[in-house]
T-cell receptor, first 114, second 114 residues
């Protein structure tokens, strides 16, 4: 069975500081993608960043980067220079080849303090 | 390009009733997935459709069903509603639903059961 675990229900960060959100996953497949999605209070889920399992290089998108540790099955999200607009629920998700199915974690609520 | 559109935004029903939710994907997207989102549970996968065929299904009772039309629009039906069905129902679309394609989400339908 495939699982995604986010062990931090809530995190806080000061504006302009850096925060790291944790995610661990489990799959027996070798071909998979990992995603981080952001859900602001307005509700629409937005893709933040994605990582292909076969790529060793960690993905980055502006202030967002991941630390992908394949052997440890860990996929954390680092947000640098946090902004008030980063406040949201963040979901980690896993999808594997041929399943047409995303497995989501339970989410981490990020609060950004001014 | 218009995003994923879900209607209605809010629904209030009573136990035992049935409900139909609608989702119009982004133009050109042929894969539509449905999720149930509840606090503490994250997003639970309901089912995925591609070219009017259900390709995968989550662990939900048979009261939850869906379909997809030739124009890729999708509907989800829940019969004999229970209090526990109260949730935000999210629809997501992608070009073909393959694992390397990110999903684009709608704003969701908030279903409340009285």
């Amino acid at each position: 069975a495939q699982t995604v675990t986010q062990s931090q229900p809530e995190m806080s960060v000061q504006e302009a500081e850096t925060v790291t959100l944790s995610c661990t996953y489990d799959t027996s497949e070798s071909d998979y993608y990992l995603f981080w999605y952001k859900q602001p209070p307005s509700r629409q889920m937005i893709l933040v960043i994605r990582q292909e399992a076969y790529k060793q290089q960690n993905a980055t998108e502006n202030r967002f980067s991941v630390n992908f540790q394949k052997a440890a099955k860990s996929f954390s999200l680092k947000i640098s220079d946090s902004q008030l607009g980063d406040a949201a629920m963040y979901f980690c998700a896993l999808t594997t080849s041929g399943t047409y199915k995303y497995i989501f974690g339970t989410g981490t609520r990020l609060k950004v303090l001014a | 390009k218009a995003g994923v559109t879900q209607t209605p935004r809010y629904l209030i029903k009573t136990r035992g009733q049935q409900v139909t939710l609608s989702c119009s994907p982004i133009s050109g997207h042929r894969s539509v997935s449905w999720y149930q989102q509840t606090p503490g549970q994250g997003l639970q996968f309901l089912f995925e459709y591609f070219s009017e065929t259900q390709r995968n299904k989550g662990n939900f009772p048979g009261r939850f069903s869906g379909r997809q039309f030739s124009n890729s629009r999708s509907e989800m039906n829940v019969s004999t509603l229970e209090l526990g069905d109260s949730a935000l129902y999210l629809c997501a679309s992608s070009l073909a639903g393959t694992f390397n394609q990110p999903q684009h989400f709608g704003d969701g339908t908030r279903l409340s059961i009285l």
